[in-house]
């Protein structure tokens, strides 16, 4: 193998990923085409050479010093089709594709579909690639919010005020629930479980008769928005109620140790895996130790376990 290609999607973590994926093929005297704007770039032929001094100083980079975009032409037979004349006019002769389930599912088309050999990287603060623990970028989305949070949780104390915090998850609530569980809250709503909101007011406002003056809850962008959420909790119990919404926050920031970590062994491990011919799958690390699992499978919907984690979150507050 002589030349690859690498594409990304953004969250933290992903530059030390292109690092560790570049500095190895160095290793080996591989070539190296970073993909510029994800799967567009692609298909219009849009790619930087990248070696060894490309890539010095972006280890504590958020984001992605390929840039992305969403690719809408990409999905179709068509632009698939382009991507695939592009690799080949390019010689390329491997593919790492570094991103969440979009990015990855793209990646088991040109795999299954076109034989370009390609291997996945798991990158999404959303967590949600099946068949593995943890994705690149996951970590440090949620240290992100928790900071956000410690400071919200201050104001909260301090003017005796109920807070709703809106933070990412459109289809997930792993961020949701895990940042409720380390922040200390009240009460957590995610897109997996349905919302009590009579159950949730009659709460708060039997906490405020035993003295509880201040109130956190924490809701995944896509179960509801936190002004609704709000409007709700001030009409039904006649209390004071401010929101925060966190937004696109969650995704950038410096890389936590975990993520780069983990992104250094994923990324120098998919060359590996590259340079063993083997193609349709996704390192990942199970029980803190290399392994692969096919894209197919990581692509599929990934089930959390909410129940344990909402069960223990009220226990605790």
Same mark, same amino acid.
């Given at each position: @193998? ?6 990304? =999607? ?53 984001? *992605? ?16 089709? !382009? ?14 594709? +570094? ?13 299954? &579909?076109?034989?370009?050999? *390609? /291997? ?19 970590? *440090? ?9 410690? !400071?919200? =949780? ?13 933070? @990412? ?5 792993? +961020? ?18 349905? @919302? ?7 709460? +708060? ?6 003295? !509880?003056?201040?109130? /956190? +809850? ?73 392994? *692969? ?8 919907? &990934?089930? /959390? ?5 909402? &069960? ?6």
């Amino acid at each position: @193998m002589k030349r690859i290609g690498v594409l990304t =999607r953004d969250c933290s973590g992903i530059n030390a990923a292109i690092r560790a994926v570049v500095r190895t093929a160095c290793f080996y005297n591989i070539e190296v085409l970073g993909v510029l704007r994800g799967y567009e770039g692609l298909m219009n032929g849009e790619f930087i050479p990248l070696n060894r001094r490309s890539v010095s100083g972006i280890i504590d980079q958020g984001g *992605t010093i390929l840039k992305t975009v969403r690719s809408e032409n990409f999905q179709t037979k068509s632009g698939q089709e !382009k991507a695939v004349k592009v690799i080949q006019e390019k010689g390329i002769q491997g593919l790492i594709v +570094i991103g969440g389930n979009g990015s990855l599912t793209g990646a088991h088309v040109l795999a299954s &579909k076109f034989n370009i050999p *390609t /291997i996945g990287i798991p990158a999404t603060i959303d967590n949600d690639i099946n068949g593995i623990d943890l994705s690149i970028g996951a970590d *440090t989305a949620v240290n992100v919010a928790l900071d956000a949070l410690d !400071k919200i =949780r201050d104001t909260a104390m301090s003017m005796a005020r109920i807070f709703v915090v809106e933070v @990412m998850g459109r289809d997930s609530g792993y +961020i949701a629930l895990q940042v409720a569980l380390a922040g200390g809250c009240e009460e957590v709503l995610v897109p997996e479980k349905d @919302m009590d909101m009579e159950k949730m007011c009659e709460e +708060i406002v039997e906490g405020n008769k035993k003295g !509880k003056k201040s109130w /956190i +809850i924490i809701v995944a962008e896509g179960k509801a928005k936190a002004a609704d959420i709000a409007d709700t909790i001030t009409q039904r119990t006649a209390l004071e109620t401010r929101i925060a919404v966190l937004g696109h926050i969650q995704r950038g920031g410096r890389p936590t140790a975990q993520d780069r970590i983990m992104a250094a062994r994923l990324g120098s491990y998919a060359v590996e895996v590259l340079r063993e011919g083997r193609t349709d799958e996704c390192v990942c690390l199970k029980d803190n130790r290399l392994d *692969t699992i096919p894209l197919e499978l990581a692509i599929k919907p &990934k089930k /959390i376990e909410e129940e344990a984690f909402y &069960k223990l979150i009220k226990i605790l507050t």
